[in-house]
């Protein structure tokens, strides 16, 4: 069964950091890019970072400099390091694969996993 898994969310101080986890199953993630997502209550979903296959990767304005974005291949998980964390950053997060490049048309994805940014 072809399926991606986040974890690492959880309630967190402004100024906090988490590390989250995307975990595939039934498919080798090597060949595939990685797109993180993320919703907020009432807000549009909004891309925030996509690494490819070759491992370049790529940011949103609102997350550059604070998140960062890395894959292991040989656990099959990509990882967004979470830093400096803000109110603004409280959402439900989602990761996506795309056969190789980032782009559209994400064809398989995560449950997401929440993060709380709350003093």
């Known amino acids: 069964q072809v399926q991606l898994v986040e974890s690492g969310g959880g309630l967190v101080q402004p100024g906090g950091s988490l590390r989250l986890s995307c975990a595939a199953s039934?498919?080798?993630?090597?060949?595939?890019?990685i797109g993180w997502f993320r919703q907020a209550p009432g807000k549009e979903r909004e891309g925030i970072s996509c690494?490819?296959?070759?491992?370049?990767?790529d940011y949103a304005d609102s997350v550059k400099g604070r998140f960062t974005i890395s894959r292991d291949n040989a656990k099959n998980t990509v990882y967004l390091q979470t830093n400096s964390l803000k109110h603004g950053d409280t959402a439900d997060y989602y990761c996506?694969?795309?056969?190789?490049?980032?782009?559209?048309?994400?064809?398989?994805w995560g449950r997401g996993t929440q993060v709380t940014v709350s003093s």
């Open positions: 996506a694969a795309l056969f190789s490049e980032c782009g559209s048309g994400y064809d398989t």
């Open positions: 039934g498919f080798r993630l090597v060949d595939y890019a």
């Open positions: 690494i490819t296959s070759d491992g370049n990767a």
